[in-house]
Nanobody, 124 residues
Framework: QVQLVESGGGLVQAGGSLRLSCAAS?????MGWFRQAPGKEREFVAA????????SYADSVKGRFTISRDNAKNLVSLQMNSLNPEDTAVYYC????????????????????WGQGAQVTVSS
């Protein structure tokens, strides 16, 4: 069982930036970030293939967020710029064990491993 641990959450003013990191205890292939705001369902944010060559973003974060990974360190990151209060949520890292190189997964059901979540709060 692979463990995922997020770090880097916190409080930031609107227009600011944060960088989330997710450290995996073992090998994962497709990786993604999801978020859940109070009173709302968990939603897809970004995903990246094992190769790092393919990415996918939710329309609400496209152009502001960037997902990346370092397979040598089993690390995936989410750089979040131009944050606004609507980005306030608990952000979850997810990993998939299906051995694919180029696929990205946007559905939560496709993922096998989940982190505990990192709180991101954006003040207006």
């Amino acid at each position: 069982q692979v463990q995922l641990v997020e770090s880097g959450g916190g409080l930031v003013q609107a227009g600011g930036s944060l960088r989330l990191s997710c450290a995996a205890s073992g090998l994962t292939y497709g990786m993604g970030w999801f978020r859940q705001a109070p009173g709302k369902e968990r939603e897809f944010v970004a995903a990246i293939s094992w190769s790092g060559l393919k990415t996918s973003y939710a329309d609400s974060v496209k152009g502001r967020f960037t997902i990346s990974r370092d397979n040598a360190k089993n690390l995936v990151s989410l750089q979040m710029n131009s944050l606004n209060p609507e980005d306030t949520a608990v952000y979850y890292c997810a990993g998939d064990r299906l051995p694919t190189v180029q696929r990205v997964f946007v559905n939560a059901d496709d993922y096998d491993y989940w982190g505990q979540g990192a709180q991101v709060t954006v003040s207006s």
